[in-house]
């Protein structure tokens, strides 16, 4: 009796870990956030998706937007001081149940007048934002092994 139970068990065991080893992670795109550190008045933004290509489990999204500065400037204001410290948050899309992601390369710049700036993004995906007052479309990228999303936001750099 004492064998019957232990094969029993063993194969119990072996179906459990092999269901968790099928389980499918790969289900949707990010939502993207850009954190703007003010000490008291700081705040978290969703960023809009723009072009988009990503393939999963829940569904392919297959997005154009033909002229990505026109897209940024409808998008609501985000007010920014000049110099201003942020970074950038990816996280897991609760709609579609979530993604777990390795090693993805992200990338931001401002765009203003046609003209693109690329930001220099630390290990926490911190930078700076510029001096120069003025309206800006702030781009985000977010690739992994198989997809790409854009993401876009209309910031305002003033000093008011």
């Not at 220099?120 to 985000?140: S, W």
């Amino acid at each position: 009796m004492s064998k019957t139970l232990k094969l029993l068990a063993g194969l119990l065991l072996i179906s459990a870990l092999a269901g968790c080893i099928a389980e499918d992670y790969d289900v949707g795109v990010p939502t993207a956030h850009l954190h703007i550190d003010a000490h008291i008045l700081s705040q978290t933004v969703q960023l809009t998706e723009a072009n988009v290509s990503w393939d999963s489990s829940s569904g392919d999204v297959d997005e154009k937007i033909e002229d990505l500065e026109q897209y940024g400037l409808s998008q609501d204001e985000i007010k920014i001081f000049p110099g201003q410290d942020a970074s950038l948050d990816f996280k897991e899309n609760k709609e579609n149940g979530g993604d777990i992601w390795t090693n993805p390369t992200i990338t931001a710049a401002l765009w203003k007048n046609g003209e693109e700036t690329k930001l220099d993004l630390n290990e926490q995906r911190e930078f700076q934002f510029p001096t120069e007052e003025g309206n800006y479309i702030l781009e985000a990228t977010f690739k992994d092994e198989r997809n790409v999303a854009q993401y876009v936001g209309n910031v305002v750099i003033d000093d008011d």
